[in-house]
């Protein structure tokens, strides 16, 4: 779900930017439960733009009991659909 907004946003803006885990969550409208993992303090994020490797890890959400799961997502995952590759 996470995935799927955040691609169809960047889909639609060719020269995406985001600044701040607010930032992701406010662009792509994302549903209230990917907002609260976004948004959530264990969640890590680095700003990344169009322009940024696609291999870069830009984000990293902590779930389950303890934050012992770990989701590590990188730009390419969060801005390319699979089908355009």
Known sequence: MLCHETRNY???NAQFQFTSKT???DKCHLAPKCR???EAAATEFVPFD???STTQIVLQ???GPKHR???SFTKGDLAIRPEDH
């Open 10 to 12: 960047c889909a639609a």
């Open 23 to 25: 930032d992701v969550a």
């Open 36 to 38: 609260c993992w976004m």
């Open 50 to 52: 169009y322009l940024a």
């Open 61 to 63: 959400v902590h779930l």
């Open 69 to 71: 799961t770990l989701y």
